[in-house]
């Protein structure tokens, strides 16, 4: 049974950095595309950033881009995201999935198993 588990959010004030985690169990990692969704309060869940398994293809959404950086480490079958300089608008919780669209505009959604449970990211102003 995949596991899919988020760590690393905080509290970090606009500006500063913060280094979400994410730890994939259970499941083969090497040759999953995989990304990161968040959800503001009162919002609908969006697409942050998405990286092929080979890491050839990156994207990531505009209001993130040249400030967000994906990567993964598939000896220890983890991806993070590092935020850089974020906005209080960044506030929110930042989920995990296997396979996602590798692009903001896709319709596709991942199955409930291939998500995590997320991780709360707040950037004070």
């Known amino acids: 049974q995949v596991q899919v588990a988020e760590s690393g959010g905080g509290l970090v004030q606009a500006g500063g950095s913060l280094r979400l985690s994410c730890e994939v169990s259970g499941r083969t990692f090497n040759r999953d595309d995989m990304g990161w969704y968040r959800q503001a309060p009162g919002k609908k869940r969006e697409f942050v950033a998405a990286?092929?398994?080979?890491?050839?293809?990156?994207n990531y959404h505009g209001n993130v881009e040249g400030r967000f950086t994906i990567s993964r480490d598939n000896a220890k079958n983890t991806v993070y995201l590092q935020m850089n300089h974020p906005e209080p608008q960044a506030t929110a919780i930042y989920l995990c999935v296997m396979d996602p669209p590798l692009t903001a505009h896709s319709p596709y959604i991942p199955s409930d198993e291939l998500w995590g449970q997320g991780t709360t990211g707040t950037v004070s102003s």
């Open positions: 990286m092929s398994w080979s890491g050839s293809i990156i």
